[in-house]
């Protein structure tokens, strides 16, 4: 592609080099350089791109684009901001598929991974569509798999995922839009039809560092979205409310002056019932996966279908029919009286849902198997480990992904919050040695949760993963002679 026409709404704050030039590719990683190529250089958190110029330039770039050019002369286009020129260079390199397809958007702090499987599953379902997806366990194009690295990739990858779910035939796309991907532009300039808020509760403060520049982060998704879909149970959906510009509809299960309501909520071990009530329909909505935050997942996709033009039976009728997603709420089998749950839970928020939630149907002991992230928000810690003391009968207090930290000094943070409790508990650093004391201790009539991995089959230390799969670890022990 030229470059002229790859920098069209790009603007450009000085430049070095003419518009004839003929570009092979765009890189933002100078490991994937070929010769020929745009390389941007992003300024990071960890390192800089502006110091890998000049062996992007060895390895064959043939322009740079960058906030700060060499001082030396070069193929130098600047910029303001990196991060937003790659996106529109990347949009503009593959085509702006976005355009070619109606693309959702889900974010909030939980709920979006789930929401975004039963979008996916509801427009498949209501419309027999062909839909992509973007998120945290995978990216799919139709059934095909197609592994995530995180939420929402730079927006590079996030480009080329819609022009290869375009030209597969996707005629929708569902993506889980993190408050890091709109704070450092990797969804810039994608018109999505429908923007979905889940909920806002404390967590990546050590990026955000207070929870209204969070809130600030999320609500960008609504200025590139043709409606926003507002949970209005929140107190942050209710903010938006009042001050995004786009169209609104709004969902709850307390206030009836939402768009959307739940009405005669039933909670069973195994499902979720209600009846879905808006201006002039009404319907019935059983969904196969427990636990009362499973209503406002549905509350939002419902929302979503419904501006989209859908029937509120149809969109009933599929929701019927959906599946649980790996990591969330998950039932591991095993051949004991008691049950093994895994799930993400990795804020306060979501580690007092899925408590919460599992209280309800145990007719044991809860017991709450956790640690948190290193390198990442360390206020939470002290307030995850007091839900846990007070919601659970028993505490594993354990690791999570301790990355570059020690686990000990995460522990010790976690174990501030805990206090005068009283709730029986140990603390073992290691997790496999964790979850296999968990088990070999567990009574009859327990539910076991392991909280924090989810999906994740690796746990990272010292900057390694290190493969762990919880089912794995479970399924292992069960085979191992007298853990039957």
């Not at 704050?13 to 745009?38: C, F, K, N, Q, W």
């Not at 879909?229 to 786009?246: H, I, K, Q, S, T």
């Amino acid at each position: 592609m030229r470059l002229e026409k790859l920098l069209s709404g790009v603007a450009l704050t000085g430049r070095t080099l003419d518009g004839d030039v003929e570009l092979s590719g765009i890189s933002y990683d100078t490991r994937d350089i070929v010769p020929g190529a745009l390389f941007v250089a992003l300024p990071g958190y960890k390192t800089d791109g502006h110091k890998f110029i000049r062996e992007a330039l060895e390895k064959g770039a043939a322009a740079v684009v960058c906030e700060r050019a060499p001082e030396e002369p070069g193929p130098w286009l600047t910029v303001a901001d990196a991060r937003a020129a790659l996106a529109a260079l990347s949009a503009n390199w593959f085509g702006h598929p976005a355009r070619e397809m109606t693309v959702l958007g889900v974010t909030g702090t939980n709920g979006k991974t789930t929401t975004t499987y039963l979008l996916k599953a509801m427009l498949e379902g209501a419309l027999g569509a062909r839909v992509g997806l973007i998120g945290t366990n995978q990216n799919m194009i139709g059934e095909k798999s197609i592994p995530a690295h995180r939420t929402t990739p730079e927006s590079y990858e996030v480009q080329k995922l819609l022009r290869e779910m375009a030209d597969a035939g996707c005629t929708h796309a569902v993506m889980e839009v993190s408050s890091h991907a709109l704070a450092l532009h990797r969804v810039d300039g994608i018109p999505f039809h429908t923007g979905v808020f889940t909920n806002l509760t404390q967590d990546h403060l050590d990026f955000h560092k207070t929870m209204e520049n969070y809130r600030a982060a999320k609500g960008l998704l609504f200025r590139q979205t043709a409606t926003a879909v507002l949970n209005l149970d929140d107190e942050a959906g209710r903010f938006y409310a009042e001050c995004v510009d786009c169209p609104t509809f709004t969902y709850s299960e307390n206030k009836d002056e939402a768009d959307l309501t739940a009405k005669n909520i039933r909670l069973f071990p195994d499902r979720v019932e209600f009846e879905a009530v808006t201006l002039g329909a009404i319907s019935r909505v059983k969904l196969p996966i427990p636990g009362g935050f499973t209503i406002y997942n549905a509350l939002g996709v419902i929302a979503c279908g419904l501006t989209l033009g859908l029937p509120l039976p149809d969109i009933a009728r599929t929701l019927g029919t959906a599946r649980g997603v790996k990591g969330r709420i998950e039932v591991v089998p095993t051949p004991t009286d008691y049950t093994v749950i895994i799930d993400y839970a990795h804020t306060p928020d979501a580690l007092e849902n899925i408590l919460t939630t599992v209280r309800g149907f145990t007719p044991g002991r809860v017991v709450c198997l956790f640690g948190c992230g290193g390198d990442r928000d360390r206020s939470k810690r002290p307030i995850m480990g007091g839900i846990a003391a007070d919601l659970a009968d028993f505490v594993v207090f354990t690791s999570d992904n301790p990355r570059t930290e020690d686990p000990r000094a995460i522990l010790e943070d976690i174990l501030a919050g805990v206090g005068e409790s009283g709730t029986p508990n140990v603390v073992i650093s290691d997790r496999r040695e964790a979850i296999r004391w968990a088990l070999a201790n567990a009574r009859a009539g327990d539910v076991l949760v392991l909280a924090g991995k989810g999906h994740e089959t690796y746990q990272e230390i010292d900057g390694v993963q290190h493969h762990l799969d919880e089912r794995e670890e479970v399924a292992a022990y069960f085979q191992e002679p007298g853990n039957r």
